[in-house]
Every structure is written in C-alpha cells, then in structure tokens.
C-alpha cells in the first residue's frame, strides 16, 4: 500500500510537470519572437513565476531578464512585478536579506501604481519572507496588513483567499491551531483549490494528534501538487509525513520519507526543506543509536543551518527592516512639514478672503434688508396659501374615507344578499320536509292506535325519505358556510420552494379518483405537458393545491356533462411552462364550454352553472383571492360553448 501511495504522487508529478512543461514552451517560444518592449517584460515575469514552484533558479533568472528590461524601458508595472517575484524566490532559496530588500521596493512602488491586488500579493511576499526565517511576529503583522487592505480596498477575492492561505500556514506553525483553522475556512476551494492548504491542514490536524486526518491531506497535498507541478509542496508534504510516522514509532517509513526528501535533484532549489529532512534523519539515528549515520545529518543541519539562519543574515535582514523604518519615518516627517506648510498657506489665503469677505458684506447688509423685507412679506403669502392648501387635503382625506366607507358597506350588502340567499334554499327544504314529516309521524301515530300496522310502516318510509333530503339538504348548507370560512380567512401557510409539476400531476389524479369513487362507469382521458426544466416557485403548496383541485374539478364535470347522449372522448390536459419571470398553469378540458354571456360572473362569490345543490359557487372565487390575492399572481380564462374550457393560471417565480 506504500509504494502504491507514492507510485500515484509520482504519476500526478510527471503529469503536472508535462502540463506546465507545455505552458512554459509556450511562453519561451512567444518569448523568442517578442520585441524589446513591454510585452516581453510581461513574458519574462510569467515564465518567472510559472518556475517559482518548482524550479526556483529558473524563477530567478526570468526574474531578474524582466527587471533589467524593464528598468530600461522605463515600465513601472514590470519593475514591480518583477521585484515581487526575485522576493519570493530569494524567500525559498534562503536569501532571506535579497528577498526583504526587493519585496519592501515592491510594495513601494505598487503604492505609487495605485494597484490594490498586486500591493496585497506584495504584501503577501515579505509575510512568506519573514516566515520562512522563523520571524513569525514580524509575518504576523505583514499578514494583517495584507488582510485590512484586501477587506478596505478593491481586491479581487482570489487576492484574498491567498492571503488566508498564507495566514494559515503562519498560525499553523506557530501552533495557533483555531486561528489556522479559522483562515483555512474562510479560502473558497472552488477558486484557490491548492496544495499549499491541504499541507496546512495536514500540519494542523497532525498537531491536534489526528494522524489520520493528517495523513489524508498529506497524500492530498502530494496529489494536488503533482498536478499544478508545485514541488516545493511535495517536499513539505513528504516531511509532514516522516514527522507524523517518527510520532508513532514507525521509524523505517519515517526515513522512506525523509531520504525522498533528499534525493530529490530540485531539492537544492528549497534548503528549508532539505534542512527539515536531514534534521528528522539526524533525530531517527539518534533514537536508534547509530552514531556514524547521526553524525552524517547532523553536519548536514548545520551546514544548512548556518546557509539559512547564520547570524550575518539575521543582521542583514534586521537592517534592511530598520532603514525601511527609517524611510517610512522620513517619509511621514515629509508629510507631516507639507501639510503644516499647507495649513500655513490655508490660513493666509483664508485672513486674506475673510477681509474681502467683510468688505462685500458690508456693501451687501443694505441689499440683504430689502431682500429681508420682501422674503418676508412673501413668506407670509406662502403661509396662507399652504394654510389653504392643509384644509383642502383634509376635506380630501375626509371625502375619501367616506367613499371606502361606503364601498366597504356596499361591497358587504352584496355579499351578505348573496350568503342570504344561498343558504336559504336549502334551509327551506329542511323546514318543508320537517313539518311534513311531524305530520306523517301524527298519521302513523293514529294507524298505530287503530291497529293498521301496514299503512304505518308505509308512512315510516315516507318519513325516512323526508329524513334523507333534510340531510341532503343540511349538508348542502354545511358545504356552503364551509365555503364561506375558507373564502373569508387568510391562509396561515408558509410559502416554500415547490415542484409544480408534481403538484399538478398529483390533484388531477386526485380529482379523478374521486370522480371516479362516485361514477365507475366515466372515463376520460388525462393528458400532461409538463416543462421538465421548470423551477421550483415559492408558494403555499396547499393553497395551490386547492386551488388546482378546484380547477380539475370544474374540468371534469364540464366533460362529464357533454357525455350525455353524445360520442365522444373527454380530455383533460395540463400545460406548464414559464415566460417573463412567471409559471403558467393551465387546465384545458374538452367539454360544455361556457357561454359568453356568464363568461365575466364565474368569479363572482356564489355564482354557479351546476343545479341547485351541486355546487356552491365560492370554489372559482377563493381560487381567485388565493392566485392573485394572495400569491400576486393571475387567472384568466378561454372558452368555447360546446367546445372548451382553458383555465390559465400564473404565478410569479420569486413569489
């Protein structure tokens, strides 16, 4: 499983080295046919930083063409960009003093340019610097500025997400493991999807002594970087891993890893790495007791040691960051004595306006009270005529309140007529069949006394019949104030994403079924063309729901009446589909029509084409209230007597 967890790495290496291999023989043969100017500056610094991941030298020597060509062309851009990369490249190969000097240059010339990403990616570049020399405060306060200026300022977020990577792998190694692990969430996978963090993440879980976590995102590392050929990773990963397997005693992988480390011919070009390598190689032999091959490491640490961290580059690195200091102080001190000057001046010029200002108004006191006395007087006519104009809109408001008033009350004798004469219908046929039956029982009661049993029970029949159509017809009132609850409350639902088309399918069904529960002998046929891209609308589904069942109700009735003594196949369809920012229903059905003459009435509360006792006539009106009422949608109808009915139904998407 070893060799097979390192043969994989290996293939993703050779491929991600082919890949880029082909981008940078791109970019030298543009290079060969490109002129002396700005473009070939662009170029250089590509291949520059193209080679900074896995071939640093390479990086350097690109670099260092597109700064001399820059400089004398006079092309402040490539000056700068090529001044970041030599950061980053003298950053990895030790030079920690070179990689200070031409990173602050960097950023003081992207300050002047004006340009937000590359400053933060400056910025970035002397963090990276001050990290790799175990400077990790002053690389803390680099990363913060980074991170205030990439928030205030207009940075892209890729700009960004670097800046959390980085910030990242700083917390990572000073053992900040909740802020490391706050920053790796905040990088957005989907634009910076790289090795450099799943290495940070394969260091922090391995510190929380999850190694096999640790491990996932050390092979995880190994893999990314073999894809985008980042071998300054790989060697990071490979150390991860030696760390985590000399942890758990598992010395022999410990020095697989580490030697991969060392015998990698680019591992020149990263001595940190090499450094960790020989130093983990000089702690196993030590454990084991092998004193020739510890001695053999340990002369190799300090040799590296000395190359990173000897003491003359410490000082070198220190005075640069202090004349930087320094500059900065000047520079502040510069500012500070052209803004006094400036004040200065503000304040000459402002004595010198000040007496003119006094001269002209003394000149002007005679005009302002003239002007005085007629904004006054004008004043005044304002007042009354605003006075005036208060009046009118009160009358106004009191005229319009009056009107609503009386719409409300005209709007409610309406439907109170309506409701009165509804119910009463029914109620009269409960009180008809009530008093005959109180005589039939007074009849019977007599046949009983005189012994005439038969003609009783004839007479308990008529009564049970009369029973019957005083239910019929009280259940008929109980559907028409049920009606009338729901047509007068709001829905308590909550709008939700909704499958339209499954909804539709659903109470078509259900309306069929339950024709059919009463006639087994209808049939028709139930035809759908459904939009199988439409989105979901936010809706309440089960106000929707009733208003579809409604819908396929009055469909199948129409049908059903034009069956009577004809041939004919009744149809029910239902089309969605979307247009202008709204979803369409509609509920086709090939039967009775209706007539143009009730055309505009058929949403009217109470108004039904079903005889009496059938139909209530408030299904088509609360259909109405719920689609556009409370949905913000529409209902249309297109009919044909004899022919057709189409309900069309719309609903806005966003609800």
């Known amino acids: 499983m070893r060799k097979l967890a390192v043969i994989v790495p290996f293939v993703l290496i050779t491929i991600g080295a082919y890949a880029q291999n082909k981008v940078n023989d791109s970019l030298r043969q543009a290079l060969k046919l490109a002129k002396e100017d700005t473009a070939k500056v662009n170029l250089l610094n590509s291949l520059g930083f193209n080679y900074f991941w896995n071939s640093t030298d390479s990086c350097l020597m690109y670099s260092r063409q597109a700064l001399k060509l820059a400089r004398t062309i006079n092309y402040p851009s490539g000056i700068a960009a090529s001044e970041n990369n030599i950061c980053f490249a003298f950053s990895v190969l030790g030079n920690y003093p070179q990689a200070l000097d031409y990173g602050i240059k960097s950023i003081e010339l992207w300050k002047k340019l004006n340009n937000p990403d590359a400053l933060t990616e400056a910025y970035n570049g002397i963090a990276v610097c001050y990290r790799e020399q175990g400077n990790y405060k002053k690389s803390l306060d680099y990363v913060h500025v980074a991170l205030d200026f990439a928030k205030s300022a207009k940075v892209s977020p890729y700009w960004y997400y670097v800046t959390c990577d980085v910030a990242t792998t700083l917390y990572a190694r000073t053992g900040q493991l909740d802020s490391a692990l706050y920053f790796a969430h905040r990088v957005d996978a989907k634009t910076l999807n790289t090795s450099g963090i799943t290495y940070a993440l394969g260091s922090i879980y391995f510190q929380k002594n999850d190694h096999r976590l640790a491990l996932q995102y050390f092979r995880k590392t190994i893999a990314l970087a073999g894809q985008s050929n980042t071998k300054i990773d790989i060697l990071d990963a490979y150390n991860g891993m030696a760390r985590l397997y000399f942890k758990e005693d598992r010395t022999d992988s410990a020095i697989y890893y580490s030697e991969l480390v060392l015998s990698q011919k680019w591992g020149k070009t990263y001595p940190a790495g090499v450094f960790r390598a020989a130093n983990m190689l000089a702690d196993i032999y030590e454990k084991r007791g092998v004193t020739d091959s510890t001695l053999k490491y340990l002369k190799l640490t300090i040799a590296l040691k000395d190359s990173l961290y000897s003491s003359q580059k410490v000082r070198e690195a220190g005075n640069i960051d202090f004349n930087n200091q320094l500059q900065q102080q000047e520079l502040t001190q510069q500012q500070n004595k052209a803004q006094t000057r400036l004040v200065l001046i ?111 029970i004839e007479i308990s029949e008529d009564i049970k019949q009369n029973l019957e159509k005083i239910r019929h017809h009280g259940k008929r009132a109980d559907a028409i104030v049920k009606g009338m609850l729901q047509h007068s409350q709001s829905s308590s639902g909550t709008k939700e994403p909704t499958n339209i088309n499954e909804l539709a399918d659903n109470y078509m069904r259900l309306a069929y079924q339950g024709l059919l529960s009463k006639d087994k002998n209808f049939m028709a046929e139930l035809v759908t063309h459904f939009d199988d891209k439409l989105p979901k609308v936010n809706v309440i589904p089960q106000d929707i729901g009733r208003v579809m069942l409604n819908l396929f109700n009055n469909a199948f009735y129409a049908a059903k009446q034009k069956t009577a003594g004809q041939s004919y196949k009744p149809e029910i369809s239902v089309t969605t589909s979307t247009k202008n920012g709204q979803v369409f229903i509609q509920v086709k059905d090939n039967g009775i029509g209706i007539p143009d003459a009730i055309k505009e009435k058929i949403m009217q509360p109470f108004f039904t084409t079903k005889p009496t006792g059938e139909g209530t006539g408030l299904g088509l009106s609360l259909s109405y209230d719920i689609v556009v009422k409370g949905h913000g949608g529409s209902i249309k109808v297109d009919t044909q007597e004899g022919e057709f009915t189409e309900f069309i139904v719309g609903l806005p998407l966003n609800g």
């Open 346 to 456: 503000s304040l000459t010029g402002g004595v010198f306006t000040l007496l003119v200002i006094g001269f002209m108004q003394r000149r002007g006191n005679r005009q302002k009270q003239k002007a005085y006395l007629l904004l006054q007087k004008q004043k005044q006519e304002t007042d009354v005529q605003k006075e005036k104009a208060e009046k009118t809109l009160e009358e106004l408001k009191t005229t319009q309140n009056q009107l609503i008033q009386s719409a409300k009350m005209a709007s409610l004798g309406e439907l109170t007529a309506g409701i009165a004469h509804e119910i009463q219908n029914p109620l009269n046929f409960v009180n008809n069949f009530s008093d005959v039956s109180v005589e039939l029982v007074d009849e019977m009661q007599n046949e009983l006394k005189n012994g005439d049993k038969d003609e009783a």
